[in-house]
């Protein structure tokens, strides 16, 4: 009878152990579960959603012809029925027919819908919780001769733009009653302009003025940056490393840290050789290269070279989640199986920013895999944000050499959609197809359907009126339309020509990436002041600060792409670091 006692307050003692285990999972996370990695392959729509194929009608015919339907089914028969809908005529008996079917189809899985859109926007709230602006004095201050004059500077208009800042800087108003924020953007202003026009003495005076009042503001860094370059390049190397590195700079990031050393190690070459060339070496390797790290390969006389050996290892075994976002993968592999890739990458985006809140690097399998599904459900931008923080953390060596051997996600990071249409377009129009993947990833990050805040359209982000342009010059305009700038060929087919234009007006991927950015008059200007520098001091020189970045990671892309492409270390001279002259229209 004890014995019969003492089991069953076992039983009890393990059932409620069970349950406090699970209580406490529940309090603090979840409880690691084992997650079953599949294989899915990188999906790159072609074309928008709304387009309908004929062979669509017959997926159709089978799935209705089923006797029973689970959820998923029945939302990729919906998605059928709708595409059909578009390319029917509202009055026709087959469309009142598929009406009718669709609002049947719709209260059958208004639960599911209802938790896809509590997901969406839950994302949504995140994001604007990120993004939520703040307010500093100088965004307060009001609009007056600033506003004008930086108008002015970005139409190109630079000697009237310096006249305006003038007359007001000699003015009572600048000097009582501007705040020091204010001051700073337009003596920064000042220093770009007279940058523009070759005044170096008026370039240096506005510096000055600029650390004195924020000198660690990105106007103050930046500001000194320039100035040690301008030093530099006119022969001051000893100057130029005093102003490096009296740079007040709160930017502790992996990029600005090799930008930094590889510019001292550049300032060191003539003062103290043997440091220029260990601080080179040092830049030189890196698990994940950046533009800089590439830079002191080649002042090293070596290869372009990065290990792009991918082992995928976190498709081979299961690795350990929380069990809500285990469940929430699980969720997302059934809906990509049932070609659900919108839906499903709600679940993905959710499980990513779980993951990302977590330490990367023993996140790091569970997120290469996020990333995998994510592309597989065409979000390709979302993937090469999860390939960023980790690159940062294998730049910053989180990983151990055994580590990033299983891990190297380098090859994910570059793929190469539309093979056979870049191949044969490259080929039509005699441009590197790897120089078309370089542009197409910085562009679009591989989607067809973006459409970028100044209206640039598609795979390769054309602008409407350049699409236009050139659908005239071919003949094309009786059949052509926009829309067909969000079809990957279409777009491809006239990107690539446009290339092919630059390449024959500025034949260097650094000034064909800048012209393709900002366009081809605005780089003859910056080649005509500042040409006669070294490439890496060109870049740094350009004055616009996304077309700089721009040039910058096309030309790190390009240089990956080609060791994917020949699968050996490439030669330092893939692009001359004297520039040509820019060909007159």
């Known amino acids: 009878m004890k014995s019969m006692f003492a089991l069953l307050s076992h039983r009890n003692f393990c059932?409620?152990?069970?349950?406090?285990?699970?209580?406490?999972?529940?309090?603090?996370?979840?409880?690691?579960?084992?997650?079953?990695?599949?294989?899915?392959?990188?999906?790159?729509?072609?074309?928008?959603?709304?387009?309908?194929?004929?062979?669509?009608?017959?997926?159709?015919?089978?799935?209705?012809?089923?006797?029973?339907?689970?959820?998923?089914?029945?939302?990729?028969?919906?998605?059928?029925?709708?595409?059909?809908?578009?390319?029917?005529?509202?009055?026709?008996?087959?469309?009142?027919?598929?009406?009718?079917?669709?609002?049947?189809?719709?209260?059958?899985?208004?639960?599911?819908?209802?938790?896809?859109?509590?997901?969406?926007?839950?994302?949504?709230?995140?994001?604007?919780?990120?993004?939520?602006?703040?307010?500093?004095?100088?965004?307060?201050?009001?609009?007056?001769?600033?506003?004008?004059?930086?108008?002015?500077?970005?139409?190109?208009?630079?000697?009237?733009?310096?006249?305006?800042?003038?007359?007001?800087?000699?003015?009572?108003?600048?000097?009582?009653?501007?705040?020091?924020?204010?001051?700073?953007?337009?003596?920064?202003?000042?220093?770009?302009?007279?940058l523009d026009l070759g005044n170096f003495v008026l370039a240096n005076e506005s510096y000055e003025q600029i650390v004195r009042l924020s000198p660690c503001s990105w106007r103050g860094t930046q500001a000194s940056f320039v100035n040690s370059l301008l030093n530099f390049a006119y022969g001051n190397p000893k100057r130029a490393l005093e102003i490096l590195k009296k740079k007040c700079d709160p930017d502790n990031s992996y990029e600005r840290k090799a930008q930094d050393a590889y510019w001292e190690a550049r300032f060191l070459e003539k003062i103290e050789p043997d440091a220029s060339r260990k601080l080179l070496e040092a830049i030189a390797s890196s698990q994940v290269p950046t533009y800089y790290n590439f830079l002191a390969q080649n002042r090293l006389g070596q290869p372009y070279w990065a290990d792009v050996s991918s082992q995928r290892s976190y498709l081979w075994n299961e690795f350990k989640l929380p069990e809500p976002v285990h469940l929430e993968l699980l969720d997302a592999e059934k809906l990509l199986d049932h070609e659900l890739r919108?839906?499903?990458?709600?679940?993905?985006?959710?499980?990513?920013?779980?993951?990302?809140?977590?330490?990367?690097?023993?996140?790091?399998?569970?997120?290469?895999?996020?990333?995998?599904?994510?592309?597989?459900?065409?979000?390709?931008?979302?993937?090469l944000?999860?390939?960023?923080?980790?690159?940062?953390?294998?730049?910053?060596?989180?990983?151990?050499?055994?580590?990033?051997?299983?891990?190297?996600?380098?090859?994910?990071?570059?793929?190469?959609?539309?093979?056979?249409?870049?191949?044969?377009?490259?080929?039509?129009?005699?441009?590197?197809?790897?120089?078309?993947?370089?542009?197409?990833?910085?562009?679009?990050?591989?989607?067809?359907?973006?459409?970028?805040?100044?209206?640039?359209?598609?795979?390769?982000?054309?602008?409407?009126?350049?699409?236009?342009?050139?659908?005239?010059?071919?003949?094309?305009?009786?059949?052509?339309?926009?829309?067909?700038?969000?079809?990957?060929?279409?777009?491809?087919?006239?990107?690539?020509?446009?290339?092919?234009?630059?390449?024959?007006y500025a034949p260097h991927p650094a000034l064909m990436a800048g012209a393709y950015n900002a366009g081809l008059e605005r780089v003859r200007k910056w080649s005509q002041r500042f040409a006669k520098y070294p490439l890496d001091v060109f870049i740094e020189m350009v004055p616009v600060k996304e077309t700089r970045q721009y040039m910058m990671l096309v030309l790190r892309n390009y240089i990956y792409y080609k060791i994917l492409h020949t699968g050996q270390p490439v030669a330092g001279d893939l692009f001359a670091f004297q520039l040509p002259v820019i060909r007159k229209n």
């Open 385 to 504: 944000q999860i390939y960023y923080v980790l690159a940062s953390s294998a730049r910053e060596e989180a990983f151990s050499p055994e580590a990033w051997f299983q891990l190297n996600f380098i090859q994910d990071m570059f793929p190469r959609p539309f093979a056979g249409r870049v191949e044969w377009l490259s080929k039509m129009w005699r441009v590197d197809p790897d120089y078309v993947y370089s542009i197409m990833r910085q562009e679009s990050a591989f989607t067809s359907t973006a459409v970028s805040g100044a209206k640039a359209q598609g795979l390769m982000q054309m602008m409407p009126f350049l699409s236009d342009g050139i659908s005239q010059q071919w003949g094309y305009e009786d059949y052509f339309a926009q829309d067909f700038m969000f079809t990957g060929e279409e777009n491809l087919k006239l990107a690539i020509f446009h290339l092919y234009q630059l390449q024959s």
């Open 15 to 194: 059932r409620f152990s069970a349950a406090s285990v699970y209580l406490l999972c529940l309090l603090f996370g979840g409880c690691a579960t084992k997650h079953q990695p599949l294989e899915y392959t990188d999906y790159f729509p072609s074309k928008p959603g709304g387009y309908f194929e004929p062979n669509q009608i017959q997926e159709a015919r089978q799935l209705a012809a089923k006797e029973e339907l689970g959820p998923y089914e029945k939302n990729r028969l919906l998605h059928l029925y709708l595409n059909e809908m578009k390319s029917l005529e509202s009055g026709t008996s087959r469309y009142q027919e598929l009406l009718e079917k669709v609002s049947a189809l719709q209260d059958e899985l208004q639960p599911l819908r209802e938790q896809w859109v509590r997901l969406q926007l839950e994302q949504f709230r995140k994001i604007a919780e990120a993004r939520k602006p703040r307010l500093t004095r100088a965004d307060k201050d009001p609009k007056g001769p600033y506003e004008e004059a930086r108008v002015l500077w970005n139409a190109d208009r630079n000697r009237e733009a310096l006249a305006k800042l003038s007359l007001w800087m000699q003015g009572r108003q600048f000097h009582r009653y501007t705040s020091a924020d204010l001051k700073a953007k337009a003596y920064y202003m000042r220093f770009r302009i007279a």
């Open 342 to 383: 919108q839906e499903a990458s709600l679940y993905l985006r959710n499980v990513a920013s779980n993951l990302l809140g977590k330490n990367v690097r023993t996140q790091a399998k569970p997120l290469l895999y996020t990333a995998n599904l994510l592309k597989a459900s065409g979000q390709h931008l979302d993937a």
